[in-house]
């Protein structure tokens, strides 16, 4: 086969299969998983098993991705099903790398609380699947397969502690929002069907500048249900009630999980759909804009009363969709560079959050307040600067890659919304290094597994080194980011110049 | 070579110490960290004659960081910085060896949490990048938060935190203003560089904007100095910290805000600086904080807040010394900045000492203990009488040159300040008496040890240089002249061409 991978021609199916194959690929190791679960689903060798099975599955579906980057995939010829560019690449590591170091962090878990469910990583790999194609989806419909690959795939993974009335209580609160978010999405797709007669996303682009929609009133309401249906799944304000809930009641490291890769996989979506349909209509970077606001305060604030580290790291994530949500709002490539930038260092802290809580959390899952971690830097030092760098990472602290994460997306609100932060994030370093441990059995319990602590140890390493020498991953996501095909912003609606500052150049 | 890598040896080499220093068993800790401060020390020294006075910024290291964002590694020295440097890498090898039984618990942790510190002062004193600037000026604020949380007193969660909120809120404010003026350059010239000569040739007419960029480093600076009413942070904080954290706080930290204004924020925007509203709201503000500052420490019981608050009140001196833009004023104002660290550091040290012994810092819990320590009664009134500022010690110096400086642009503030030097009279001897004098009628009292071999080779050094800067502070003044001459001249045109302008 002769393929020119700068321009793919997606019509021919030799070269839509080459386009597809991180996705293909991941397809038949989800597939593989299934069937060796079947057959073997008793012992904790069959669970590690599984476990690694799936974690060759991603690699493969990663080296996939990684050869089409390396290649400079590219497509040409009519805007087909599924986009081939950078930006879709980057954010697949992205994703395959979160879902393989969640892998990691779930053997040490699954063991210690006992939760004996095979189809655990198969699930893990279909959620992944789907994220991937939400990404990639250059067509509407496709990002609602995508969409629902994931949301079902985590409604079940949710609940996948069968014995936690929390865990119950957790999948069907998510099942219900999300079913109810995907259904304004869908409706919303419609709406923009019936005004653009078109899902591919290029095409509404043209369709709206071809036709002048650009105050098109049907058009307007399809993309406010649009924007509903994805605010929903970034967990953003006032669309955030589920999230709290949820990732308390789940298995913590799913909760790690939502609250990185699915909340990527979303605001990767969000980014792809507005920037490159939705370019021209100037009502949404407004409506965008003081989502991102009021998110950021708000998820603040209620993080500042919380009790329970896992809520806080909740309501955290919260907040940081809605610093996410300032990159979106300014719709242009350096917005997507800064925004790619700040995922990889969102999703490195706090899954290094999420799998130290998880360490902490024992005995089925009781909850750990901020008052347990007294003393734990004299009990266990590393586990305790671990923790800290990834909090004073959160919290934005020059020579983590958080603080090059805000330094890019950069605006005023949120640098006062981070000055509140500092209030929650703050009393967790406190609690570990300046109270005294209560008991000497206090930290009996805490354990974290050699692969939890070579996660743990590789994500923090990783906010460190990004801290201080963040240039290529910049150059990537600049890269990257510009690939998606903005159309310039003819916006009088966006904030004032004076509350955005550049990305880059 | 020396030339060239200096100032990147003196930002590395502290960070480098405190990773030997957690290395090492937990009974070498200290002299590890007292052996890496002192190497420090002696890589700092001959600064003192490799400095060309009439060099202007010298020592320059520049190298690309982030290139993308015009972000560079950039360092360099003049006679401003000069003497900080200098301050800084001299006090902190006194501070580990006064903390030597002053702390007691994870030693590692706390020297290892120093030398970092120091790296990050040094850092903030050194840097011609803006980005490398902010940078540094937020890492100081993490070891200083853990050393008062962690080695705090009674009350220290609540101090660091109020410390690090305070910082961090000014600090980032001072980021956006960053980051805008950045912005507002490149537009300018196209260029997106970080670099404080690209910014400061760039800068040009910023109209209403500059007022508020002005403001931003005005807030993050003024919390930081601290200038009334911005200070209620420094009594919390001086309180719990442990004595080398106040010594620190007290003597380096507070110098970084005074510091960025000289360096930053009048340079950048001398007009919004100057303009007379904002001066005279500045100068009020500092002459407020003299008077205020001395009231509230002649009604301390604690000693050591009692030194917390003369510090408010010699900052303002310094405040007033550089707005009053003439030579001798922003050369005294240097020169409190110095003389501040060794007097203040070395009372808080004292206290540090009177704790250690009776555990209570409450003046009325001594009295007459001059017969019982007579040496450390003998430096406390020495310490003390420098903080006054009396002639021949380096108080002196300091005020007398900012209130000569400051009575040609401001006779009614002059005039008001020189009251504040009395009223530091008025805090300073009561306690002095009461603490070393008056009856000795306390048993407790009556078996207080002296200062040790240790104690004394801490407060020496700094007993030297009160009556060595006293005495004789010419070769100081000489090399701090051109800087501070170059600083006026960079700001008083900027600012007389807007009012002539007016």
Redesign the interface.
Known sequence: MNLDFQALDLSRPGDLLVALAPELVLTLAALLVLLVVAWRHRTPQDLRLAGWLTLAGLGAAGFAAWFLWWRGAGAAGIPAMIAVDDFRFVADWLFLGTTALTVLVSFDYLEREAVWVPEYFVLLLFATLGMMLMAGAQDLMVLFLGLELMSIALYVLAGSSRRSAAGAEAALKYFLLGAFASGFLLYGIALVYGATATTNLTLIGVQIATLGLQHGTMLEIGLGLLLVGFGFKVAAVPFHMWAPDVYDGSPTPIAGYMATAVKAAAFAALFRVLGEAFAAVPAWHAIVWWLAVVTMVVGNLIALVQRTLKRLLAYSSIAHAGYLLVAVATGTAAGAAAFLFYLVAYTLMTLAAFALLAAKGTNGERDVRIDDLAGLA?RRPWLALALAVCM?SLLG???TAG?IGK?VL?A?VL??A??IS??YY??VI?AM???PEPSAEAHAGMRLGRLGSAVVAAAVAGLLFFGVR??RL??IA?VSGASVRVAPAVSSDAPPA?LR??T?? | MYAQTVLTALLVWPALAAVAVLAAPVRWAKHVALAGSLVEFAISVPLWWVFQPAGGMQLQLDVPWIPGWGIHYAVGVDGISLFLILLTTFLVPLSILGSYTYITTRERAFYALMLVLTSGMIGVFVALDLFLFYVMWDVMLIPMYFIIGMWGGQNRLYAALKFFVYTFFGSLLMLVAIVALVYLVAQRTGVYSFSYFHLMGNVGELGTLAFWLFGAFFLAFAIKVPIFPFHTWLPDAHVEAPTAGSVILAAVLLKMGTYGFLRFALPLFPRVALHPAVQTAIVTLSLIGIIYGGLVAMVQPDFKKLIAYSSVAHLGFVMLGIWALTLQSVQGALMVMINHGISTGALFFLVGMLYERRHTRQIDAFGGIAKVVPLFAAVLTIVSLSSIGLPATNGFVGEFLVLVGAFRTYPAAAVIAAVGVIVAAMYLLPALQRVIYNPLDKPENARLPDLSARELAVLLPLVACIVWLGVYPAPLLRRMEPSAQRFIETVRPAAGAAAAAR
Do not use: K
Request: net charge neutral; charged share 15%; proline share 13%.
């Open positions: 004299q004073l602290i020059p020579f603080f330094w950069l005023a640098v006062l981070s000055v500092a209030g703050l009393p406190m290094y300046m109270q963040p240039n910049l150059d600049r004076s500052e550049p880059g150049r």
